[in-house]
């Protein structure tokens, strides 16, 4: 990446920063989307942005048509930017992108499904179960599997919107309408009591550990994305043994899906330092307040560096 300015121009093409999207994610795209934007013109690359307004396969094949981009930096959070909808496209058109392709997308925002794969190759997960809208009976639902406070949550959406904890057995029907209202199947699962970890992903190499200490009930939307609100330790101060133990998990779980260039992966440790994979992120978050810049930067990985890295990244994999 020790090229000048033109000769990176020359050697990328016409990137488009591929933001928004149909998701509930969109405003929290269109951030990243435009953070990586900033950072990719102060470079001197030759980007445009692209906002992503439906999730129509013809109608964003025409769009990106008319584009006429090299390769696509995809900053789309959420469903068709992390389910495989975009890449689908994009492969269509046979234009390179940044991240992961449709499968290891697909496997990645379907928690339930990811999940099964853990389970499978011997990492630890909370104990789950799945319930379907279309199923399920409320009057029917067994509710003494799991000891409160539990998680309620859509088993294919991002950024915790439509998560609730459940402190008791009266608070359980509105976590689970409200975990339907943004996926027809969700996630309840038992809590685990600890520290919130994360560990970014960069070319097959795992960043250091990052701490999540929120200042709110938990992790959520507005603590994910409200500056201030969340304190992050970077790296987490842990045993040498726990960060290397957490870091071989992510790194084994981002290849089990098969996923690529980057990703971010979110744990709980309990006060028994046993590690509880909670899900991979296929495109995290690049705002102010995301964890993929904050892990890369102390590795000595700027912004700009890094949404570079990431656009090499896209044209070695095709």
Do not use: W
């Not at 990586?36 to 692209?50: K, M, Q």
């Not at 990492?123 to 279309?134: G, H």
């Not at 639902?141 to 402190?167: T, W």
């Not at 890369?296 to 890295?309: E, H, V």
């Amino acid at each position: 990446m020790g090229l000048d300015k033109k000769a990176q121009k020359g050697k990328f093409g016409r990137i488009g920063v591929l933001m928004g999207g149909p998701s509930s994610e969109r405003d929290v795209s269109l951030k990243s989307g435009m953070a990586v934007l900033e950072n990719l013109s102060r470079l001197g690359l030759d980007v445009t942005a692209i906002d992503i307004k439906t999730d129509c396969y013809e109608d964003n094949t025409r769009l990106l048509k008319s584009h006429a981009i090299d390769c696509a930096f995809i900053a789309l959070h959420g469903k068709f930017g992390e389910d495989g909808g975009i890449q689908e496209v994009l492969d269509g058109l046979r234009i390179p992108y940044t991240g992961s392709g449709v499968s290891a997308s697909r496997l990645a925002m379907d928690k339930a499904a990811s999940r099964k794969i853990f389970q499978i190759y011997g990492l630890t997960i909370p104990d789950y179960e799945i319930l379907n809208k279309f199923f399920y009976n409320k009057n029917k639902y067994k509710r003494y599997r799991f000891n409160y406070p539990l998680v309620v949550k859509p088993a294919a959406n991002g950024s915790s919107i439509g998560l609730s904890i459940v402190e008791k057995p009266s608070l359980l029907d509105k976590a689970i309408d409200l975990a339907f209202a943004y996926d027809d199947n969700i996630i309840i699962e038992e809590y685990i009591k600890g520290r919130e970890l994360t560990v970014a992903i960069l070319d097959d190499r795992a960043l250091p550990v990052i701490e999540i200490v929120p200042k709110r009930k938990f992790f959520d939307y507005q603590a994910k994305y409200k500056y201030g609100l969340t304190e992050y330790l970077v790296p987490a101060p842990l045993p040498a043994p726990i960060k290397k133990k957490v870091q071989l998990c992510a790194l084994k779980a981002h290849r089990l899906l098969g996923c690529f260039g980057c990703s971010r992966v979110d744990f709980m440790l309990d006060c028994k330092s046993r590690v509880y994979i909670l899900e991979v992120n296929t495109i995290p978050g690049l705002t102010q307040t995301s964890l993929l810049p904050k892990a890369a930067s102390k590795t000595g990985i700027d912004f700009s560096r890094l949404c570079l890295k990431l656009v090499g990244l896209a044209y070695e994999k095709n």
